[in-house]
């Protein structure tokens, strides 16, 4: 069985500072996919990030950045100087790849809600 | 981007009313998906259509069914809900095969539909 922690509910910041959310996931399979994604108010899941397993490199894109370590089972998510719009429920997800059976499972965690307070 | 596009954005309905909710994805993919979103709670996978077959029902009670007369388009039939169900209820979509080989792509989001049951 997958699962995905994020065990910060809420967080809030004041824009410009950083922020670091929290992703630690649980998998016996070797090969799996991991994500994040962004929730607005408006409801619609916005795609950030993917990553594969076997590709450790952190990753940055903009203000955002992705540090995936294998060996702590964790891929957290950095906004650098945040902003308002940032505001948002954060989700990391897993997609194992399973060489049987139901591969089609993405493993959501609870999310973490992000307020970034002018 | 609207990619995925889902109607109604906001439904009431009482326990015996019937409705249907719509998913349609312009993304040219072939898989599409269910997903429920209850306050507090992760997102739940609900069902899942690779090239209009479906593949995954995860235990979703039969109040519930969906519908797949396309690549593109995407419904979820209700009838005799209770109060329990209302929730956002989210489609996505992601290319599942490619050329006749499974591929893992990523999964987009509409922005769903707001459910309430009286």
């Known amino acids: 069985a997958q699962k995905v922690t994020q065990a910060q509910t809420e967080i809030s910041v004041v824009e410009k500072e950083d922020v670091t959310l929290d992703c630690v996931y649980e998998?016996?399979?070797?090969?799996?996919?991991l994500f994040w994604y962004k929730q607005p108010p408006s409801g619609e899941l916005v795609f950030l990030i993917r990553?594969?397993?076997?590709?450790?490199q952190n990753e940055i894109s903009g203000r955002y950045s992705w540090n995936f370590q294998k060996s702590t089972s964790s891929f957290n998510f950095t906004i650098t100087a945040s902003q308002v719009v940032d505001s948002a429920v954060y989700f990391c997800?897993?997609?194992?790849?399973?060489?049987?059976?139901?591969?089609?499972?993405?493993?959501f965690g609870s999310g973490t809600q992000l307020t970034v307070l002018p | 981007e609207t990619g995925v596009t889902q109607t109604p954005r906001h439904l009431v309905m009482g326990m015996t009313n019937k409705k249907s909710l719509k998913c349609e994805q312009h993304?040219?993919?072939?898989?599409m998906y269910w997903y429920k979103q209850s306050a507090k709670k992760p997102l739940e996978l609900m069902f899942v259509?690779?090239?209009?077959?479906?593949?995954e029902n995860n235990s979703v009670p039969s109040r519930f069914s969906p519908e797949c007369p396309n690549s593109s388009h995407l419904f979820l039939h209700l009838h005799t809900l209770q109060p329990e169900d209302s929730a956002l209820y989210l489609c996505?979509?992601?290319?599942?095969?490619?050329?006749?080989?499974?591929?893992?792509?990523?999964?987009?989001f509409g922005p769903g539909t707001r459910l309430l049951v009286l």
């Open positions: 996505a979509s992601s290319q599942d095969f490619n050329g006749g080989l499974a591929v893992i792509e990523t999964q987009y």
């Open positions: 998998t016996r399979d070797t090969t799996y996919y």
């Open positions: 990553r594969n397993s076997f590709d450790e």
């Open positions: 997800a897993l997609y194992p790849v399973i060489s049987s059976g139901s591969a089609r499972q993405l493993t």
């Open positions: 993304l040219g993919h072939n898989a």
């Open positions: 259509y690779s090239l209009e077959e479906r593949v």
